[in-house]
C-alpha cells in the first residue's frame, strides 16, 4: 500500500501539529498507510503536549520533491561480474535496453557494459582468450555436462582442423589449452594424456566411456554440444565473463535514488547519457536508470492540514500528489492537478474539523488522540477567548476534555504558559516560533505571533528585536515583516514591525502613526485580527 504524507504548515504550531497526528491516526483506521509528519522543528507548547498525552513527535519530513525512487527506473537490474557476455546481452534484450550495471559479489556497482561495448569486444578481441567459467560455456553452447573438474576457465582456444596425426606430430598441448574438436578419438586421447584444460566435443561426437573415466582421473573437463565447429568458435568467446570487457569506471556517473528528479535532469542535459546506474550510498548498485525512465512518475501522495498556501507548505509540493486538504484559513493560491477532498471550515481550530471526522466516520477517538486534539484547539482559539472560537470548537472542547480525562480551562492555562518561556530562544526563535508568510498581488510579507504572560521580558529588548525583523525584511525582499507579541491573560497584543514597515502598520490600524510595541486591546487572532486588514493595505 502506498503510503500518504500528512503535515501541517512550514512553521507548525500545536493545531498543526495535533491535527496532523490524530488525522493520520483515523487514516489509518480506514485502511490507508498514513504518516504524520512535520516541516520544521515544533514549539515549547507544541512539545508540553505531547509530553502530557505521550504522543511521539512525527518524523520531519524534508520535502516532498520528486526523487528517483519515485519513478519507475529498472530496480534490481544489473548482472554479477562473473556472468557472461551472452548473458549481458540476453538481459539488455529482454528489457529493451542498451547497458547493464555490473557488481561484485556484494552487490557493489563496479561499472556498467553497454551494448556499444558487447558489439566492439565480438569484434575485437582476440578469440583465442578466455576467462569464464564451466558453466558459462555449458549455457552458452546449450552444452552437455561429461566431466565437471574444475569451475574456473582461463586459457587459449584451439580448434583441431588438421589431420589427426598432422595434429598431434605438430601441436604441443598443455593444461593452459582449451581444444574444440570433433569425434576424432585419437586427438581427443591425446588432449587427454596432455591434461588440457577443457574439451568442447561438437556435433554432439561420440566420446569413449575409457575417455572419460582418463579425463576424471586427469581432472580434464569436458562438454558436449550439438553446435558445430564453425558456430562453437563463433559462439564461445561470448561466454567470457563480462569483466573481462569492463572498462576503468571512475568517471562513471551515478545516481542515489534520493536524488532529486530535477537535479537528475539538468545534469544529463550536459552529458545525455542514455543510462545511469543507481546505487545506495554504500555504493550498492540498485538498479539502472534509463533517462525516459523518468516520465513514469509515481509523485508522492499528501494530505495537507491546517494550510492551504504554497508558500506555507512542504519545499515541492508542486510535484507532490494532493489528495485532500483540511483548513480553517482563508483560501490562498495552491493549485493541484486532480480534483481534491477539500474541507474548510470556519472554526477555531483544524483539529475541531478533525473532531468532526472521527464523528462522520464512526471511529472512536482514544486518549491519546483526544487529548491531541484538544490541544490544538485550545491553542488556537486561546481557551475558547479568541473571537474564531465557535459553537463547534465548545463542544469538540467538551466531549474531548471527557475523553483525555482533564479540565480543559486548567490543562489549556498550562498548555499556553508551557509556550511563553523565553528561556534558551534567540529573538529569531521568537519570531519564527509562529510564523507564517503570505502572498497578495505577487508581494510576499510575514507575520509571526508569539503568545506571552510577560511583555516586559520582551520590551527591555525591544531594539534586537527590530533589528532582526529588518534583517528578515531585507534578506528576503518581504514587503514587511511583523511579529504579534499576545498577552494571554490581558486578551490583547503587542506589535512589532520591520522599522521601514511602520506607514502599512498604521494605514492598516487606521491610525496616524504606529509605535513600535504599541498595544491592539482584544487582538488575539493573526487570522481575524491582523491578516485581513493588513491584506486590505496591500491590495490597496
Given at each position: 500500500?502506498e503510503?500518504?504524507?500528512?503535515?501541517?504548515?512550514?512553521?507548525?504550531?500545536?493545531?498543526?501539529?495535533?491535527?496532523?497526528?490524530?488525522l493520520?491516526?483515523?487514516?489509518?483506521?480506514?485502511?490507508?498507510?498514513?504518516?504524520?509528519?512535520?516541516l520544521s522543528?515544533?514549539?515549547?507548547?507544541?512539545?508540553?503536549a505531547?509530553?502530557?498525552?505521550?504522543?511521539?513527535?512525527?518524523?520531519?519530513?524534508?520535502?516532498?520533491?520528486?526523487?528517483?525512487?519515485?519513478?519507475?527506473?529498472?530496480?534490481?537490474?544489473?548482472?554479477?561480474?562473473?556472468?557472461?557476455?551472452?548473458?549481458?546481452?540476453?538481459?539488455?534484450?529482454?528489457?529493451?535496453?542498451t547497458?547493464?550495471?555490473?557488481?561484485?559479489f556484494?552487490?557493489?556497482?563496479?561499472?556498467?557494459?553497454?551494448?556499444?561495448?558487447?558489439?566492439?569486444?565480438?569484434?575485437?578481441?582476440?578469440?583465442?582468450?578466455?576467462?569464464?567459467s564451466?558453466?558459462?560455456?555449458?549455457?552458452?553452447?546449450?552444452?552437455?555436462?561429461?566431466?565437471?573438474?574444475?569451475?574456473?576457465?582461463d586459457?587459449?582456444l584451439?580448434?583441431?582442423?588438421y589431420?589427426?596425426?598432422?595434429?598431434?606430430?605438430?601441436?604441443?598441448?598443455?593444461?593452459?589449452?582449451?581444444?574444440?574438436?570433433?569425434?576424432?578419438?585419437?586427438v581427443?586421447?591425446?588432449?587427454?594424456?596432455s591434461?588440457?584444460?577443457?574439451?568442447?566435443?561438437v556435433?554432439?561426437?561420440?566420446?569413449?566411456?575409457?575417455?572419460?573415466?582418463l579425463?576424471?582421473?586427469?581432472?580434464?573437463?569436458?562438454?558436449?554440444?550439438?553446435?558445430?565447429?564453425?558456430?562453437?568458435?563463433?559462439?564461445i568467446?561470448?561466454?567470457?565473463?563480462?569483466?573481462?570487457?569492463?572498462?576503468?569506471?571512475?568517471?562513471?556517473?551515478?545516481?542515489?535514488?534520493?536524488?532529486?528528479?530535477?537535479?537528475?535532469?539538468?545534469?544529463?542535459?550536459?552529458?545525455?547519457?542514455?543510462n545511469?546506474?543507481?546505487?545506495?550510498y554504500?555504493?550498492?548498485?540498485l538498479?539502472?536508470?534509463?533517462?525516459?525512465?523518468?516520465?513514469e512518475?509515481?509523485?508522492?501522495?499528501?494530505?495537507?492540514?491546517?494550510?492551504?498556501?504554497?508558500?506555507?507548505?512542504?519545499?515541492?509540493?508542486?510535484?507532490?500528489?494532493?489528495?485532500?486538504?483540511?483548513?480553517?484559513?482563508?483560501l490562498?493560491?495552491?493549485?493541484?492537478?486532480?480534483p481534491?477532498?477539500?474541507?474548510?471550515?470556519a472554526?477555531?481550530?483544524?483539529?475541531?474539523?478533525?473532531?468532526?471526522?472521527?464523528?462522520?466516520?464512526?471511529?472512536?477517538?482514544?486518549?491519546?488522540?483526544?487529548?491531541?486534539?484538544l490541544?490544538?484547539?485550545?491553542?488556537?482559539?486561546?481557551?475558547?477567548k479568541?473571537?474564531?472560537?465557535t459553537?463547534?470548537?465548545?463542544?469538540?472542547?467538551q466531549?474531548?476534555?471527557?475523553?483525555?480525562?482533564?479540565s480543559?480551562?486548567?490543562?489549556?492555562?498550562?498548555?499556553?504558559?508551557?509556550?511563553?518561556?523565553?528561556k534558551?530562544?534567540?529573538?529569531?526563535?521568537?519570531?519564527?516560533?509562529?510564523?507564517?508568510?503570505?502572498?497578495?498581488?505577487?508581494?510576499?510579507?510575514?507575520?509571526?505571533?508569539?503568545?506571552?504572560?510577560n511583555?516586559?521580558?520582551?520590551?527591555?529588548?525591544?531594539?534586537?528585536?527590530?533589528?532582526?525583523?529588518?534583517?528578515?525584511?531585507?534578506?528576503?525582499?518581504?514587503?514587511?515583516?511583523a511579529?504579534?507579541i499576545t498577552?494571554?491573560?490581558k486578551?490583547?497584543?503587542?506589535?512589532l514591525?520591520?522599522?521601514?514597515?511602520?506607514d502599512?502598520?498604521?494605514?492598516?490600524?487606521?491610525?496616524?502613526?504606529?509605535?513600535e510595541g504599541?498595544y491592539?486591546?482584544?487582538?488575539?487572532s493573526?487570522?481575524k485580527?491582523?491578516?485581513?486588514?493588513?491584506?486590505?493595505?496591500?491590495?490597496?
Amino acid at each position: 500500500m502506498e503510503k500518504v504524507y500528512i503535515f501541517g504548515h512550514r512553521k507548525p504550531d500545536t493545531d498543526s501539529v495535533a491535527s496532523c497526528i490524530a488525522l493520520a491516526y483515523l487514516k489509518q483506521q480506514l485502511g490507508m498507510h498514513a504518516e504524520a509528519r512535520i516541516l520544521s522543528a515544533i514549539n515549547k507548547e507544541t512539545k508540553f503536549a505531547l509530553a502530557t498525552f505521550q504522543v511521539a513527535e512525527p518524523p520531519y519530513l524534508n520535502d516532498v520533491k520528486l526523487q528517483l525512487k519515485d519513478t519507475g527506473y529498472h530496480r534490481k537490474f544489473f548482472l554479477p561480474q562473473n556472468a557472461s557476455i551472452y548473458q549481458a546481452y540476453l538481459a539488455m534484450l529482454e528489457q529493451g535496453l542498451t547497458g547493464v550495471p555490473v557488481v561484485d559479489f556484494k552487490e557493489k556497482f563496479l561499472g556498467i557494459i553497454t551494448m556499444k561495448d558487447l558489439a566492439y569486444s565480438f569484434i575485437n578481441q582476440e578469440a583465442r582468450q578466455l576467462k569464464t567459467s564451466y558453466h558459462n560455456i555449458l549455457s552458452v553452447l546449450k552444452g552437455e555436462e561429461i566431466v565437471h573438474a574444475q569451475e574456473e576457465i582461463d586459457g587459449n582456444l584451439l580448434v583441431a582442423s588438421y589431420r589427426s596425426t598432422t595434429f598431434i606430430n605438430n601441436i604441443s598441448l598443455s593444461p593452459n589449452d582449451i581444444l574444440i574438436v570433433g569425434d576424432r578419438h585419437s586427438v581427443i586421447e591425446y588432449a587427454l594424456f596432455s591434461s588440457v584444460q577443457l574439451l568442447i566435443v561438437v556435433g554432439d561426437g561420440q566420446i569413449k566411456e575409457e575417455h572419460i573415466r582418463l579425463a576424471q582421473e586427469k581432472k580434464v573437463n569436458i562438454i558436449r554440444t550439438s553446435y558445430d565447429t564453425y558456430h562453437v568458435a563463433r559462439l564461445i568467446a561470448l561466454s567470457n565473463y563480462i569483466s573481462t570487457v569492463l572498462t576503468e569506471t571512475e568517471d562513471a556517473i551515478c545516481f542515489d535514488e534520493t536524488e532529486y528528479v530535477g537535479d537528475i535532469l539538468e545534469v544529463n542535459r550536459k552529458l545525455r547519457h542514455t543510462n545511469y546506474p543507481v546505487v545506495d550510498y554504500k555504493k550498492r548498485c540498485l538498479g539502472l536508470l534509463r533517462i525516459t525512465d523518468l516520465n513514469e512518475k509515481q509523485p508522492k501522495k499528501v494530505i495537507l492540514v491546517d494550510h492551504n498556501e504554497k508558500a506555507q507548505s512542504a519545499e515541492g509540493i508542486e510535484e507532490a500528489e494532493i489528495l485532500e486538504v483540511i483548513d480553517h484559513h482563508n483560501l490562498g493560491n495552491l493549485t493541484t492537478n486532480f480534483p481534491v477532498n477539500f474541507r474548510n471550515m470556519a472554526v477555531g481550530s483544524t483539529c475541531t474539523i478533525i473532531y468532526q471526522l472521527y464523528l462522520e466516520n464512526q471511529v472512536d477517538i482514544p486518549k491519546k488522540m483526544a487529548g491531541m486534539l484538544l490541544s490544538g484547539i485550545l491553542s488556537d482559539t486561546l481557551i475558547l477567548k479568541s473571537p474564531t472560537a465557535t459553537e463547534y470548537d465548545r463542544k469538540a472542547v467538551q466531549a474531548l476534555e471527557k475523553i483525555a480525562g482533564v479540565s480543559y480551562q486548567d490543562y489549556g492555562l498550562s498548555l499556553l504558559k508551557a509556550g511563553t518561556s523565553l528561556k534558551g530562544m534567540s529573538k529569531e526563535d521568537v519570531l519564527y516560533n509562529d510564523f507564517k508568510l503570505y502572498t497578495v498581488d505577487g508581494q510576499t510579507f510575514g507575520v509571526g505571533q508569539f503568545f506571552t504572560t510577560n511583555f516586559s521580558e520582551i520590551e527591555k529588548d525591544m531594539e534586537a528585536y527590530l533589528d532582526v525583523l529588518d534583517e528578515v525584511q531585507e534578506a528576503n525582499q518581504y514587503r514587511f515583516v511583523a511579529l504579534y507579541i499576545t498577552d494571554i491573560l490581558k486578551n490583547g497584543s503587542y506589535l512589532l514591525f520591520n522599522r521601514k514597515a511602520e506607514d502599512i502598520m498604521a494605514l492598516a490600524y487606521g491610525v496616524d502613526t504606529m509605535q513600535e510595541g504599541s498595544y491592539m486591546k482584544d487582538c488575539v487572532s493573526r487570522k481575524k485580527h491582523a491578516i485581513p486588514l493588513l491584506m486590505d493595505v496591500i491590495e490597496k
